[in-house]
């Protein structure tokens, strides 16, 4: 307890619409080189879009329940957008506990850490093309597999908030 | 973890400036009734103030670490202040897991839940006097005995981040 | 209708935290002089608050009903505060119909108008010690008389949203 | 007036831009089902667009003037954007009277008062592909007739405004 | 001095990123026409963004010193968007010093401010294709010749915070 | 030219409402130390308030005006008040040219600055008792002498703009 200030702690951010197995299996990489993950849920104020469904209660749920077995201590911090990228790593910093490094591969959220003297490192893509959001959301509006592309607990989340319904209602458009 | 979404949750609501033993003692006698508490940190937004003067993301330290022996399963989530009365049940909401009961004496937060149709309960004071944030406050700015009003990990906290010299240095006036 | 646009409008901006008599003999006086009144509801963001209790929308209601019976026409519009006083007459004048005229008693609104070159005309203030929105608040948390100092559809939204009930509670401390 | 908190209220929202004939003849429809709609006049912030040229104001004028013929008892209310879909339906709900039935195409507006458990309709469309906002626009942009597609109050308002001149304005490019 | 408030000054937007030959060309000619020019920085809130790589500070920095030999007298004012067309004016002119007379070729500006009755004119546009930060951009990014497009100093600016390698990290893509 | 990104350049912030003498004084000081003094205009979005009567262009004529011969190379920029303590270093330093030394008596700011590891130094406090805003604005109101303690061009601004009504005007209350 008392070296908890001291621990080493990786920062994480993504959107989670939803949380899938590619995020897990970075997030399972990261936990080996650190003793702490701060995950940061980006576009924390946005649900019910068609690329943005959850709301950040429900992502939250989805990271908490997925990450329970695996080992991998972490903090789910939802994060808002805030439209000014000169104090974004302040505002980060603000709403987070202390970290000293970021695993991140967007080229915005690299340059903006590295000008504020934060390491930062890029972790492998986990099979990219297969386990993303926007693939996942595509497959769950057209009626296609999905649930072998998250952790079990997150396949009970999306059901409980009716989730799949929720996405292809939002996916209509309003013409007949 | 497949009853993830199905647990019973409480609500419980404070500022935190900072976590000290009556939000423990309260907290753990809700997690007597409850599988998991929602523990929103009001006002998250503000920091370096005089009655706020810690951010967001020290607070989340202090409180993950000083539950962390007590079986208080929670999550600690910010909750900015939005000075929209009649929107801030859904925006709390949107931005936690889902809770079917609130612990709260405040009462604004118990007239906002109880309009929306969710159960309020009020906890006892726990010493109030003596365990108060603005107490703790006074005392760190007068150099009077603090530690024992708080848990071991928020006196770490709070020396870590040089809360001590923080709080008095911004309550002084800027007049000589 | 050809002649919408042309009528005389006045503008008149209040909390309207109730609408009483007060407001009513104003409108009346100012409707002698205009074709139709714009009546600004003040702080419109704002309700349960111990000085602000009341939502916009029931504010509406209230001018609506007490309105319908007395020949003023008039259009009842929320404008919420925005905290830069030099946009606040073009903030005004786009979320309202086109007024040539302003009523109040305001310091700092007839300053506005007036350098905005709009002109403004002061009405008589209506008893005002007794008809005020302070003394009316006063009396529905003490419990007395108050229901004399409103028209009857104020009272009839008021009993409608418990706002008795809403106004006493949010008036109490969290100290027991 | 006793029973003005008792009557059935619908509410129904649109861009409004400009009000037309279409919108007339769905709240015609609608009236016959309530006592009075509630017209929320959506994008109320934004004005002097392609896609939205009118003022919020500009709009209350069109549709009170259009409706003050046609028997359609209504309160026409500005609602601002807010970029949260999880609390917009509470956003609306303190800005408005009370309703208890919403008329909507628009399947984000469907899904979130259905979660909220309110009930929705969808009204018919009253021959789309003419009676549409985009459409007129196009044809006062282009010199085209327009004035056939909208109430003579609407004309009015817009003529007033000098809003043709407004929007072809806007309409061009800072190219030569 | 004592005739500081009677200076004839216009005002002239731009986001300026960068500024370049072509502002500076358009900048001594209106300043031909007046006391002092007022140059609006656009989208100040706006930088590390591929349309939008510098920040406020920067861009101020960058009109200060290639104006400086000059001979145009001028304030650079940040100016942030506010997504409000109405109420545009009046917060510009809340900002900055009086001015007269206005000089721009973009349709809403001019709109707006002849809306506002405050003159308007067009300066021509200087060599446009050639002088354009979209041009210039592209070039930077893309490692082509830039710096005979903007003055000396404002290469200076660009290399002393990085600007280049800035502008072509967050241009990438998070594919590899 | 070529130096101007290695000037040295202290930050100085205040509301200025008015400047004044005691404002000046400081300035020179700073001026003997560095090449360039950064001017913060605080509270910019404020203005017709009883505390913050002007707008912020015309407290940046003020200071343009007043420092014009006084030799103090510097830039007026407005700042407005963001309302979190944690972002604010990083807000300032975005919206200005880049700056090593802050000079600052106001403890907040001091705190700030220095947990960002910017060198921070108090200049002495010249004549506080007679050379204050608060002294200044007291004396307007009350119509007794004031023009000694601001430079004449902080005059002539003030009466330009009818700043002694301005602030008579919004100083009364509305009660008769």
Known sequence: MVAAMHMKRAFYIGRFQP????????LE???????E?????????KSHEVTDPFTAGERVMMIRHAL???GVPHYAMPIEDIQQNTVWVSYVSSRTPPFEIVFSNNPLVIQLFREANIEVKQPPMYLRSQYSGT???????????WKHLVPPAVVDVIE?????????NISKTDYA
Not at 19 to 25: D, I, K, N, S, T
Not at 29 to 35: Q, R
């Open 19 to 26: 949380f899938h197995l590619g995020h897990q299996a970075v």
């Open 29 to 35: 990489m990261i936990a080996k080189e650190v003793d």
């Open 37 to 45: 993950v701060v995950i940061g849920i980006g576009s924390a104020q």
């Open 68 to 70: 329970g077995d695996t």
């Open 135 to 145: 693939e996942i959301r595509k497959r769950i509006v057209h009626d296609m597999e």
């Open 160 to 168: 409980e908030v009716n989730g799949v319904e929720r996405l292809r």
